[in-house]
């Protein structure tokens, strides 16, 4: 989670006791699921009393809140650095860093990507603050999209019309990316689906022993995407 530049000896320390108090939740993740988060275990953790660490996050939804954030972060951050590394003309080439970056950063984070994308936290609601982030990855490549819209190239073969109750679906997204054409916009969330998908299927198990090959099979499968997508 972002924070500003210190600039007092209780700021730094208050930086450095934030990031212990959420590297002991993270820890928590993999050991007890966020559902079974405890204030209390951390306080215990990083050796500080419970009524300190509730200074710091007010409750366990405080704690999870800020774990969201610095996790959505975290991969965004990841793909974005993936995308800015490519030359923007490569629009194939960017979407297939994008992907790659992503399945990296949720294959060393696995219990952070299932507090993201796996089942939701039981009486959790997440606030507005967590929207932002939610939306890096899934914005890079809406943004790709808006490039390929702006170079005039065409969409790969298929179905070339979005009927009007589907659009009407996903409104607020076509009016935040006004650049990006209502089927390519359709193909674009089918991709972000896919790669959810995927990503899902392999670290949660579900192709144990029907993919042998996770790596040959992501990487074909992210071309394929672009396929649809129609870049070159």
């Known amino acids: 989670m972002p924070t500003a530049t210190p600039r007092t000896a209780r700021d730094l320390a208050r930086v450095e006791l934030t990031r212990a108090i959420l590297a002991s939740a993270r820890a928590q993740l993999a050991a007890v699921g966020p559902g079974e988060l405890s204030v209390r275990a951390v306080a215990r953790d990083v050796g500080m009393a419970s009524s300190a660490v509730y200074r710091y996050f007010p409750s366990r939804d405080h704690l999870i809140t800020a774990l969201l954030v610095e996790c959505y972060d975290e991969s965004g951050e990841a793909v974005e650095d993936a995308d800015d590394a490519v030359p923007r003309a490569k629009y194939r080439k960017r979407w297939l860093a994008m992907a790659g970056a992503f399945r990296a950063w949720a294959q060393t984070n696995f219990h952070e990507y299932a507090l993201l994308y796996g089942s939701p936290v039981p009486g959790y609601a997440a606030p507005d603050e967590t929207i932002g982030p939610a939306q890096r990855v899934p914005g890079r490549l809406l943004g790709l999209m808006a ?44 991709a972000w689906a896919t790669l959810l998908g995927q990503l899902t299927l392999e670290l949660f198990g579900h192709l144990e022993s029907g993919v042998l090959d996770y790596d040959a099979h992501f990487t074909h499968m992210m071309g394929r995407v672009a396929d649809d997508l129609g870049l070159p």
């Open 147 to 190: 490039d390929v819209e702006a170079a005039g190239l065409p969409l790969g073969p298929g179905e070339t019309s979005v009927p009007r109750a589907v659009r009407a679906s996903f409104r607020p997204i076509r009016e935040a990316y006004a650049g990006v054409g209502d089927e390519r916009m359709m193909r674009a969330l089918t």
